[in-house]
Protein backbone atom coordinates (compact mmCIF):
# COMPACT_ATOMS: atom_id res chain seq x y z
CA UNK A 1 0.00 0.00 0.00
CA UNK A 2 0.91 3.65 -0.18
CA UNK A 3 2.52 5.07 3.19
CA UNK A 4 3.56 8.47 3.67
CA UNK A 5 4.54 10.04 7.32
CA UNK A 6 5.26 12.73 8.59
CA UNK A 7 5.27 14.40 12.10
CA UNK A 8 1.95 15.50 13.11
CA UNK A 9 3.12 18.82 14.66
CA UNK A 10 6.09 21.04 15.38
CA UNK A 11 6.80 24.20 17.07
CA UNK A 12 9.79 26.45 16.47
CA UNK A 13 10.70 30.37 16.91
CA UNK A 14 10.99 33.28 14.97
CA UNK A 15 14.10 33.14 13.05
CA UNK A 16 14.87 29.91 13.66
CA UNK A 17 15.54 26.88 11.53
CA UNK A 18 13.65 24.18 11.32
CA UNK A 19 13.14 21.00 9.48
CA UNK A 20 10.06 18.87 8.33
CA UNK A 21 10.69 14.97 7.57
CA UNK A 22 8.88 12.99 5.31
CA UNK A 23 9.34 8.69 4.98
CA UNK A 24 7.15 7.20 1.98
CA UNK A 25 6.68 3.69 0.55
CA UNK A 26 4.69 4.17 -2.59
CA UNK A 27 3.59 2.20 -5.91
CA UNK A 28 6.48 3.98 -8.04
CA UNK A 29 7.64 7.09 -8.00
CA UNK A 30 7.69 10.41 -9.96
CA UNK A 31 8.69 12.98 -8.16
CA UNK A 32 8.39 14.51 -4.53
CA UNK A 33 6.58 17.62 -3.92
CA UNK A 34 6.06 19.49 -0.85
CA UNK A 35 2.87 22.45 -0.44
CA UNK A 36 2.39 24.94 2.04
CA UNK A 37 -1.47 25.49 3.02
CA UNK A 38 -3.16 27.82 5.65
CA UNK A 39 -6.05 27.15 7.27
CA UNK A 40 -9.54 27.22 4.78
CA UNK A 41 -7.47 27.48 1.85
CA UNK A 42 -5.94 25.09 -1.15
CA UNK A 43 -2.08 23.80 -1.36
CA UNK A 44 0.10 26.04 -2.74
CA UNK A 45 3.43 24.40 -4.49
CA UNK A 46 6.84 24.89 -2.72
CA UNK A 47 8.92 22.59 -4.40
CA UNK A 48 9.59 19.16 -6.57
CA UNK A 49 12.05 16.75 -6.11
CA UNK A 50 12.56 14.24 -8.35
CA UNK A 51 16.78 13.43 -8.16
CA UNK A 52 18.54 12.91 -4.78
CA UNK A 53 20.27 16.00 -3.36
CA UNK A 54 18.89 19.11 -2.07
CA UNK A 55 17.31 21.71 -3.95
CA UNK A 56 17.39 25.05 -2.65
CA UNK A 57 14.75 28.23 -3.05
CA UNK A 58 15.63 30.96 -1.49
CA UNK A 59 14.47 30.36 2.13
CA UNK A 60 13.13 26.91 1.66
CA UNK A 61 15.51 24.11 0.95
CA UNK A 62 14.13 20.22 -0.22
CA UNK A 63 16.22 17.20 0.11
CA UNK A 64 15.14 13.80 -1.16
CA UNK A 65 16.97 10.24 -0.53
CA UNK A 66 15.03 8.10 -3.27
CA UNK A 67 17.28 4.89 -1.83
CA UNK A 68 16.19 5.52 1.64
CA UNK A 69 12.33 7.21 0.73
CA UNK A 70 12.83 10.01 2.70
CA UNK A 71 12.41 13.65 2.32
CA UNK A 72 12.63 16.86 4.34
CA UNK A 73 11.88 20.01 3.79
CA UNK A 74 14.31 23.13 5.41
CA UNK A 75 12.75 26.19 6.41
CA UNK A 76 15.08 28.79 7.22
CA UNK A 77 14.79 32.58 9.00
CA UNK A 78 11.67 31.64 10.41
CA UNK A 79 8.68 33.95 10.31
CA UNK A 80 5.41 33.94 11.61
CA UNK A 81 3.51 33.84 8.41
CA UNK A 82 5.46 30.54 8.32
CA UNK A 83 2.89 28.93 10.34
CA UNK A 84 0.71 26.39 8.07
CA UNK A 85 0.53 23.16 7.63
CA UNK A 86 3.40 21.60 5.69
CA UNK A 87 2.44 18.52 3.03
CA UNK A 88 4.89 16.14 1.94
CA UNK A 89 3.47 14.39 -1.59
CA UNK A 90 4.94 11.64 -3.60
CA UNK A 91 3.58 11.26 -7.01
CA UNK A 92 3.21 7.14 -7.77
CA UNK A 93 4.00 4.99 -10.88
CA UNK A 94 -0.24 6.01 -12.34
CA UNK A 95 0.77 10.00 -12.07
CA UNK A 96 -1.02 10.44 -8.70
CA UNK A 97 -0.08 12.82 -6.12
CA UNK A 98 -0.38 11.16 -2.99
CA UNK A 99 -0.46 13.38 0.23
CA UNK A 100 1.20 12.30 3.42
CA UNK A 101 -0.80 12.99 6.67
CA UNK A 102 1.06 16.65 7.10
CA UNK A 103 2.93 18.78 9.84
CA UNK A 104 1.21 21.67 11.32
CA UNK A 105 4.02 24.15 12.05
CA UNK A 106 3.79 26.71 14.63
CA UNK A 107 6.04 29.49 14.79
CA UNK A 108 6.06 31.48 18.62
CA UNK A 109 7.65 35.47 18.65
CA UNK B 1 1.97 28.89 -12.34
CA UNK B 2 -1.15 27.71 -13.74
CA UNK B 3 -4.81 29.43 -12.99
CA UNK B 4 -7.35 27.31 -11.71
CA UNK B 5 -10.83 28.50 -10.59
CA UNK B 6 -13.57 26.92 -8.35
CA UNK B 7 -17.16 27.44 -8.43
CA UNK B 8 -18.95 28.07 -6.28
CA UNK B 9 -16.07 28.38 -3.17
CA UNK B 10 -18.52 27.99 -0.23
CA UNK B 11 -21.71 26.26 -0.37
CA UNK B 12 -24.20 25.42 2.37
CA UNK B 13 -26.97 22.63 1.65
CA UNK B 14 -29.89 20.43 3.34
CA UNK B 15 -29.00 16.80 3.39
CA UNK B 16 -30.33 14.82 0.53
CA UNK B 17 -30.08 17.71 -2.02
CA UNK B 18 -27.43 17.71 -4.51
CA UNK B 19 -24.57 20.29 -5.04
CA UNK B 20 -22.26 20.69 -8.36
CA UNK B 21 -18.82 22.15 -7.99
CA UNK B 22 -16.72 23.16 -10.67
CA UNK B 23 -13.05 23.21 -11.75
CA UNK B 24 -11.83 24.99 -14.62
CA UNK B 25 -8.56 25.20 -16.08
CA UNK B 26 -8.20 28.58 -17.15
CA UNK B 27 -4.62 28.86 -19.28
CA UNK B 28 -3.86 25.29 -19.96
CA UNK B 29 -5.36 22.05 -21.52
CA UNK B 30 -6.21 19.53 -18.44
CA UNK B 31 -6.37 16.23 -20.08
CA UNK B 32 -6.49 14.98 -16.86
CA UNK B 33 -8.54 15.82 -13.48
CA UNK B 34 -7.96 14.95 -10.03
CA UNK B 35 -10.36 15.76 -7.30
CA UNK B 36 -9.27 15.07 -3.77
CA UNK B 37 -11.55 16.49 -0.56
CA UNK B 38 -9.84 17.25 2.89
CA UNK B 39 -12.02 17.09 6.38
CA UNK B 40 -10.84 19.16 9.22
CA UNK B 41 -7.25 18.84 10.10
CA UNK B 42 -6.12 16.04 8.11
CA UNK B 43 -4.29 16.26 4.96
CA UNK B 44 -6.02 15.72 1.44
CA UNK B 45 -7.55 12.51 0.25
CA UNK B 46 -7.65 11.56 -3.77
CA UNK B 47 -11.18 10.83 -4.52
CA UNK B 48 -11.02 10.06 -8.25
CA UNK B 49 -9.23 10.73 -11.08
CA UNK B 50 -10.80 11.76 -14.53
CA UNK B 51 -9.53 11.87 -17.97
CA UNK B 52 -10.88 14.31 -20.78
CA UNK B 53 -13.63 12.44 -22.21
CA UNK B 54 -13.19 9.14 -20.26
CA UNK B 55 -14.69 8.15 -17.37
CA UNK B 56 -13.59 8.75 -13.74
CA UNK B 57 -11.46 6.40 -12.04
CA UNK B 58 -12.44 5.93 -8.30
CA UNK B 59 -10.31 5.39 -5.24
CA UNK B 60 -11.26 2.66 -2.90
CA UNK B 61 -14.17 3.72 -0.53
CA UNK B 62 -15.61 6.26 -2.74
CA UNK B 63 -19.24 5.72 -3.80
CA UNK B 64 -19.16 6.48 -7.79
CA UNK B 65 -22.83 6.83 -7.74
CA UNK B 66 -22.46 9.29 -5.05
CA UNK B 67 -19.73 11.84 -6.44
CA UNK B 68 -20.33 12.22 -9.85
CA UNK B 69 -17.51 13.29 -11.95
CA UNK B 70 -17.73 14.48 -15.71
CA UNK B 71 -14.73 16.27 -17.43
CA UNK B 72 -16.34 16.71 -20.53
CA UNK B 73 -13.55 19.21 -21.48
CA UNK B 74 -10.19 20.38 -21.37
CA UNK B 75 -11.02 23.26 -19.18
CA UNK B 76 -14.11 22.34 -17.43
CA UNK B 77 -14.80 18.97 -14.81
CA UNK B 78 -17.72 18.98 -12.65
CA UNK B 79 -18.25 17.24 -9.22
CA UNK B 80 -21.47 16.48 -8.09
CA UNK B 81 -21.88 15.26 -4.54
CA UNK B 82 -25.32 13.66 -4.95
CA UNK B 83 -28.01 13.13 -1.68
CA UNK B 84 -25.86 14.73 0.13
CA UNK B 85 -25.45 13.81 3.94
CA UNK B 86 -23.53 15.67 6.76
CA UNK B 87 -20.50 13.72 6.80
CA UNK B 88 -20.21 14.77 2.95
CA UNK B 89 -19.09 18.05 4.61
CA UNK B 90 -15.77 18.53 3.93
CA UNK B 91 -13.30 20.71 1.23
CA UNK B 92 -13.34 19.53 -2.10
CA UNK B 93 -9.84 20.72 -3.88
CA UNK B 94 -9.62 20.10 -7.82
CA UNK B 95 -6.30 19.36 -9.47
CA UNK B 96 -5.91 19.95 -12.96
CA UNK B 97 -2.61 18.45 -14.99
CA UNK B 98 -1.70 18.04 -18.74
CA UNK B 99 0.47 20.79 -18.55
CA UNK B 100 4.26 20.65 -19.36
CA UNK B 101 5.17 21.71 -16.20
CA UNK B 102 5.72 18.50 -13.75
CA UNK B 103 4.03 20.78 -11.43
CA UNK B 104 0.52 19.87 -10.13
CA UNK B 105 -1.72 22.74 -9.62
CA UNK B 106 -4.48 22.72 -7.25
CA UNK B 107 -7.68 25.26 -7.20
CA UNK B 108 -8.82 27.51 -4.26
CA UNK B 109 -10.78 24.60 -3.33
CA UNK B 110 -14.63 24.29 -2.15
CA UNK B 111 -16.35 24.40 1.10
CA UNK B 112 -18.95 22.13 1.58
CA UNK B 113 -21.26 22.27 4.35
CA UNK B 114 -24.67 20.20 5.26
CA UNK B 115 -27.15 20.49 7.46
Sequence with gaps: GQNIDQPTEMTATEGAIVQINCTYQTSGFNGLFWYQQHAGEAPTFLSYNVLDGLEEKGRFS????RSKG?????????QMKDSASYLCAVRDNTDKLIF???TRLQVFP | GAVVSQHPSRVICKSGTSVKIECRSLD?????MFWYRQFPKQSLMLMATSNEGSKATY???VEKDKFLIN????????LTVTSAHPEDSSFYICSPAGGTSHEQYFGPGTRLTVT
Design chain 1, 100 to 102: GTG
Design chain 2, 71 to 78: HASLTLST
Design chain 2, 28 to 32: FQATT
Design chain 2, 59 to 61: EQG
Design chain 1, 62 to 65: SFLS
Design chain 1, 70 to 78: YSYLLLKEL
